[in-house]
Nanobody, 126 residues
Framework: VQLQASGGGLVQAGGSLRLSCAAS????????MGWFRQAPGKEREFVAV????????KYADSAKGRFTVSGSNMKNEVYLQMNGLKPEDTAVYYC????????????????????WGQGTQVTVSS
């Protein structure tokens, strides 16, 4: 399983970025596609998940109201639209694929994902 994340960059506070994660058709259909982030000196944390197989999305509290996760069945891609970015959103963002039960707590944990992309840097300046 290969995941390719892109779309990171440098943006001012209040700005927007859209991250993309490309996957194979088999991965997109059979796995939940999650976004995580890791800031320097901090643990990797859950941001959001899109599940084509479960037909749903979930967000971390820090992402609710500002971030939107979506997917394209045509392109086998998952997106993370980030609006109202804050300096504390600065991190390396990773996409991941997992097949744990969608309703379980593992959907929001790193341990619930089997495969990881390489990460893309998001830097928000104040």
């Amino acid at each position: 399983v290969q995941l390719q994340a892109s779309g990171g960059g440098l943006v001012q506070a209040g700005g927007s970025l859209r991250l993309s994660c490309a996957a194979s058709a088999r991965t997109f259909i059979n796995y939940h596609m999650g976004w995580f982030r890791q800031a320097p000196g901090k643990e990797r944390e859950f941001v959001a998940v899109f599940s084509s197989r479960a037909g749903g999305t979930k967000y971390a509290d820090s992402a609710k109201g500002r971030f939107t996760v979506s997917g394209s069945n045509m392109k086998n891609e998952v997106y993370l639209q980030m609006n109202g970015l804050k300096p504390e959103d600065t991190a390396v963002y990773y996409c991941a694929a997992g097949n744990r039960p969608y309703g379980s707590d593992s959907i929001s944990r790193s341990s619930g994902y089997n495969y990881w992309g390489q990460g893309t840097q998001v830097t928000v300046s104040s």
